[in-house]
């Protein structure tokens, strides 16, 4: 078993910056790459960010391209989201995820292990 444990977020203003971790633990060597996922009231849940296993590739969403970075720390089996410039619109739950292969991929259906969920409010 896998389990994904979520901190960070919380209520900040627009133009702000906040940090989201996710620590792996259990059975660490079934996680391969990693990711995050976001959902805001009455939609659907949406990739944001994806990280392989040794880092060497990253994907985004278009609309946070430029304000996140995604990155991991495999000694500490850690991943973060590092979100500046922050606005209302990002504004949801969001969700790290795990996978059991290498490489990096933005469709959730090919995670496997997720977090419990932190809220991110970005108020205007």
């Known amino acids: 078993q896998v389990q994904l444990v979520q901190s960070g977020g919380g209520l900040v203003q627009a133009g702000s910056s906040l940090r989201l971790s996710c620590a792996a633990s259990g059975r660490i060597r079934s996680v391969g790459a990693m990711g995050w996922f976001r959902q805001a009231p009455g939609k659907e849940r949406e990739f944001v960010a994806a990280i392989s296993l040794s880092g060497d590739r990253i994907y985004y969403e278009d609309s946070v391209k430029g304000r996140f970075t995604i990155s991991r720390d495999n000694a500490k089996n850690t991943v973060n989201l590092q979100m500046n410039s922050l606005k209302p619109e990002d504004t949801a739950v969001y969700y790290c995820?795990?996978?059991?292969?290498?490489?990096?991929?933005?469709?959730?259906?090919?995670?496997?292990?997720w977090g419990q969920g932190t809220q991110v409010t970005v108020s205007s």
């Open positions: 995820a795990g996978r059991g292969y290498l490489n990096a991929v933005k469709e959730q259906y090919n995670y496997e292990y």
